[in-house]
T-cell receptor, first 112, second 117 residues
Framework: GEDVEQSLFLSVREGDSSVINCTYTDSSSTYLYWYKQEPGAGLQLLTYIFSNMDMKQDQRLTVLLNKKDKHLSLRIADTQTGDSAIYFCAERANTGFQKLVFGTGTRLLVSP | NAGVTQTPKFRVLKTGQSMTLLCAQDMNHEYMYWYRQDPGMGLRLIHYSVGEGTTAKGEVPDGYNVSRLKKQNFLLGLESAAPSQTSVYFC????????????????FGAGSRLTVL
C-alpha cells in the first residue's frame, strides 16, 4: 500500500535555507505534491512534480525527486518568518481511484 | 470565486449527538473529498465522491456517512458522535478524474473543528 513519511519538525533561522524531506513507498506514483498549511487554514498547493522529472524550481522553491530511493525534498531558499507553517508531502497513487496519500506534515518554525 | 466553503467552522457536541458538516464548491469540480486531520497523523481520507449521486469509502469511514445530492455540495454526517471523532475536518474538491492525465490538484476548505465531549 501507499505510505508517506516526513519528519515532524524543522527549525531554521530567517535567511537560511530550509530542506523538508519526504519518503514514499508507491514506486508507481505519477505525481508528488507539496502543500502548505498556515495556522487555522486549509491546505494550499505549493508545487508538484511529475514522476519523470528529477527537479523542479519555482522562485524560492526547489523540489528534488529521487525515484530510485523514493525520496522527495522541498528546499526553500532565503526562508522568511512568513514561511512558518506545516508542509505536507503527498503522492498520487497509480491504482484504483488514484487518490492522494498525505504524509504527517512537517512543522517549519522560522525564527528571526 | 469562493472556492471551497465549509460550515460550521467550529462545533462542540456531546457524545451520542448527531450533526452534519456542509461543504460547498463553486468551481464545478467533479470530485469531492472529506479528510480528517489529527496530530501526528496527517490527513486521512474519510469518504469521497466521484460525481453527483455517488460516494465511496476512504481509509477511515466508520462512524460517518456522506451524501452528494448536488454536484456542488458534499455533506458529512455523524449519526452518533464519539470522542474519537474530535478532529479537524477538511473538505476538498478537484477536477481530475480516475485515469486522467495531469496533476490532480485538490482545493481545500478552511476546515471545521469538531470537539466531542
Amino acid at each position: 500500500g501507499e505510505d508517506v513519511e516526513q519528519s515532524l519538525f524543522l527549525s531554521v533561522r530567517e535567511g537560511d535555507s530550509s530542506v523538508i524531506n519526504c519518503t514514499y513507498t508507491d514506486s508507481s506514483s505519477t505525481y508528488l505534491y507539496w502543500y502548505k498549511q498556515e495556522p487555522g487554514a486549509g491546505l494550499q498547493l505549493l508545487t508538484y512534480i511529475f514522476s519523470n522529472m528529477d527537479m523542479k524550481q519555482d522562485q524560492r522553491l526547489t523540489v528534488l525527486l529521487n525515484k530510485k530511493d523514493k525520496h522527495l525534498s522541498l528546499r526553500i531558499a532565503d526562508t522568511q518568518t512568513g514561511d512558518s507553517a506545516i508542509y505536507f508531502c503527498a503522492e498520487r497513487a497509480n491504482t484504483g481511484f488514484q487518490k492522494l496519500v498525505f504524509g504527517t506534515g512537517t512543522r517549519l518554525l522560522v525564527s528571526p | 470565486n469562493a472556492g471551497v466553503t465549509q460550515t460550521p467552522k467550529f462545533r462542540v457536541l456531546k457524545t451520542g449527538q448527531s450533526m452534519t458538516l456542509l461543504c460547498a464548491q463553486d468551481m464545478n469540480h467533479e470530485y469531492m473529498y472529506w479528510y480528517r486531520q489529527d496530530p501526528g497523523m496527517g490527513l486521512r481520507l474519510i469518504h469521497y465522491s466521484v460525481g453527483e449521486g455517488t460516494t465511496a469509502k476512504g481509509e477511515v469511514p466508520d462512524g460517518y456517512n456522506v451524501s452528494r445530492l448536488k454536484k456542488q455540495n458534499f455533506l458529512l454526517g455523524l449519526e452518533s458522535a464519539a470522542p474519537s471523532q474530535t478532529s479537524v475536518y477538511f473538505c476538498a474538491s478537484s477536477r481530475m478524474g480516475q485515469g486522467a492525465s495531469g496533476a490532480n490538484v485538490l482545493t481545500f476548505g478552511a476546515g471545521s473543528r469538531l470537539t466531542v465531549l
